[in-house]
C-alpha cells in the first residue's frame, strides 16, 4: 500500500509578521514549524501503514528550507520525502497550491506506484481555509473524507475504506472507495517519537527536490501569483471589545435558576437569537 502525506512548513504562529504593502506573510527570519495539523496526519498514515504495510511518502511544497520538515517526518517514521520547490510557486494561494500539489501527487504515483491514500491536516495554522485537501482531492477525482477523527477499517482486497466523521451534532460513520483523500481532525492520536534508527536515517536520507518540470507541470500560469485569483485587500488586527463580561452568581443556587438567569440576559442583549431557537424548536 502506498501512502502519501501533504504537509506544510509553516511559520510560528506567535511570531507572524505580514508584509505592508503585499499583505503577504513573510517568512524570512521567522521560526518554522511542521503545520501542527499535518502532524495527526502523519501519524494516522503511519499507524495505517503498520497495520496493513506499505510505504508512507510525504510531500510539501515550499522554500528549499521546508527539506527540514521532510527530515523531521523522515525521523517520525516516513519511507521518502519529497519537496516541490520552484520560483513559479512563490505566492500562491489555495487554487494554485492545490494545482501544484496535486501535480506531484500524479507525479508521485508514476514514480513509486499510486497512492491508495492521500493525507492531509485539516488545514494549516497560517491560512485556516480547509481548502487545499479537497482542491487536491477534486483535481484527482479522488474521493474525500473531511474532518475524520478515526480511521475504523480498511480493506485493500474490496478498495474501501471507513472512518468516523465528526460533523455539527455528532459523529457521521461513512465508507467510501479508494483511492481516497482524507483531512485528519486536531486530537485524533497521540504522535509518535521517531525510533534512533529512523533519526538517524532521516539525517543521511536523500530528499527527492522537484522543481515546476521536474513534477510535469507545465502550465506554469497556474502556479504562484499568476495563478492565484484571491487577493488580501487589507489585513488587519480585530477591534478590542469595549464591552465586558458579566458575571452570573451561581452560589447557593439551583443549577434551573441560574440557567434561566443566564438565558434571559442573552435573549435580553440578543432578541433575534431567542426567535431563531424557537422557529428551530419548532420545526421550522
Known amino acids: ?37 499535518d502532524l ?47 520560483r513559479f510557486f512563490a505566492g500562491s494561494d489555495t487554487l494554485a497550491t492545490s494545482f501544484a500539489l496535486a501535480q506531484a501527487v500524479r507525479k508521485i504515483g508514476e514514480t513509486w506506484g499510486a497512492p491508495e491514500v492521500v493525507f492531509t491536516g ?48 455528532g459523529v457521521q460513520e461513512l465508507s467510501t472507495k479508494l483511492p481516497a483523500l482524507i483531512t485528519m481532525l486536531e486530537g485524533t492520536n497521540e504522535i509518535r517519537r521517531g525510533t534512533v534508527p529512523d533519526v538517524l536515517r532521516a539525517a543521511r536520507a536523500k530528499i527527492e ?24 485587500k487589507r489585513v488587519f488586527a480585530p477591534t478590542p471589545r469595549a464591552a465586558k463580561a458579566e458575571q452570573v452568581e451561581a452560589k447557593d443556587r439551583p443549577y434551573e435558576a441560574v440557567a434561566e438567569d443566564v438565558m434571559e440576559r442573552i435573549f435580553a442583549a440578543q432578541p433575534a437569537m431567542e426567535a431563531e431557537l424557537m422557529r428551530t424548536a419548532a420545526g421550522y
Request: contains cysteine; proline residues 5%.
Open 40 to 86: 495527526f496526519a502523519l501519524e494516522e498514515a503511519l499507524r495505517l501503514r503498520d497495520k496493513v504495510g506499505g510505504e508512507v511518502t510525504v510531500l510539501t511544497m515550499g522554500p528549499p528550507m521546508a527539506e527540514d520538515a521532510l527530515r523531521k517526518a523522515l525521523g517520525i517514521g516516513a519511507n521518502r520525502g519529497v519537496l516541490l520547490t520552484d
Open 1 to 37: 500500500m502506498h501512502i502519501v502525506v501533504c504537509i506544510k512548513q509553516v511559520p510560528d504562529s506567535a511570531q507572524i509578521r505580514v508584509h505592508p504593502v503585499t499583505n503577504t506573510i513573510m517568512r524570512q527570519g521567522v521560526p518554522t514549524i511542521i503545520n501542527p495539523y
Open 122 to 169: 485539516k488545514q494549516t495554522i497560517d491560512g485556516d481555509t480547509a481548502q487545499v485537501g479537497p482542491g487536491i482531492a477534486r483535481r484527482l477525482g479522488l474521493n474525500q473524507l473531511t474532518y475524520v477523527a478515526a480511521i475504523n477499517a480498511i480493506d485493500l482486497e474490496a478498495g474501501t475504506i471507513a472512518v468516523a466523521r465528526r460533523a455539527e451534532g
Open 209 to 232: 527536490v522537484w522543481n515546476a518540470a521536474a513534477a510535469g507541470i507545465t502550465e506554469v500560469g497556474m502556479c504562484g501569483l499568476r495563478g492565484s485569483p484571491t487577493v488580501v
